[in-house]
């Protein structure tokens, strides 16, 4: 099987995907095993969208989002090269760039946990997390530096995931924030960030942005509180795509 699957991925990759991202099917179904935001990005994108993605991982926002944007861009930054290797062959309609979006361009320690005798990619952070990991070097960039260089006056979404270090993705976008105003949506954790998780919420809000969490069972946005997070992310809840709530919806007033 495992041979099927790795010829899959070489010769016949619009297959590998259909099998590899099969989760998604269960965002139809109430009873969700993955992200019931990915519902959401195709509620908001558009055919002619700008859908940025920081911390593309595995691709999975942006297998959801080729279905939808068939005239304006998808663009991944993923700064660990082993995946950034593994989705290429699979969005080749996207951009995807080997760099870690921060709030300042340059270089930087990207830190991979040990698992037995390999690696946990897709836990990969900036963020210190002991010694049991393998240090990598890899390239920084703003978004505002990255828009300025492409001449991208046009962002309609962008996605945020990168594993305790939002607080600094956010303030590399402050010209963004303050002119382009795209929906933001973003993974906030109190088991991952170093920082006051209030003040997060209140840099945005400054822009003229409110805040909001996708519903499991309306499938819509509500106001969020930031002081409800110990409630949205108990212990208990950890893994359960249908309780568990960690992303959040950022929109211009």
């Not at 690696?119 to 990598?136: N, Y």
């Not at 260089?149 to 303050?178: T, Y």
């Not at 088991?191 to 945005?204: G, S, V």
Request: contains cysteine; hydrophobic residues 40%.
């Amino acid at each position: 099987m495992k041979l099927l699957i790795n010829l899959a991925y070489q010769f016949w990759p619009s297959l590998y995907k259909k099998r590899y991202y099969k989760t998604l099917d269960s965002l139809t179904t109430g009873n969700y095993k993955c992200e019931p935001e990915l519902l959401y990005i195709q509620q908001i994108l558009k055919s002619d969208s700008v859908f940025i993605d920081i911390g593309t991982n595995k691709g999975i926002y942006l297998y959801q989002a080729e279905k939808v944007v068939a005239n304006g861009r998808v663009i991944g930054f993923e700064p660990n090269k082993s995946l950034v290797n593994y989705i290429k062959p699979l969005f080749t309609k996207a951009e995807i760039y080997p760099f870690a979006v921060s709030s300042k361009s340059g270089t930087a320690v990207l830190n991979i946990p040990k698992k037995g005798n390999g690696l946990q990619d897709t836990r990969a952070s900036l963020e210190a997390m002991g010694e049991d990991v393998e240090k990598v070097e890899i390239q920084m960039v703003t978004l505002d530096g990255f828009a300025k260089e492409k001449n991208l006056s046009k962002i309609d979404v962008v996605k945020i995931d990168v594993e305790g270090h939002e607080f600094d993705s956010v303030k590399g976008c402050e010209n963004i924030l303050k002119t382009i105003k795209p929906i933001f949506i973003i993974e906030i954790e109190l088991r991952h960030a170093h920082y006051p998780i209030h003040e997060i919420f209140e840099y945005i809000k400054g822009f003229g942005y409110e805040v909001f969490y996708f519903d499991r069972k309306t499938l819509k946005t509500v106001p969020f509180d930031y002081k409800q997070m110990a409630d949205f992310q108990k212990d208990e809840y950890l893994n359960d795509f249908n309780r568990y709530i960690n992303n959040f919806i950022f929109i211009p007033n």
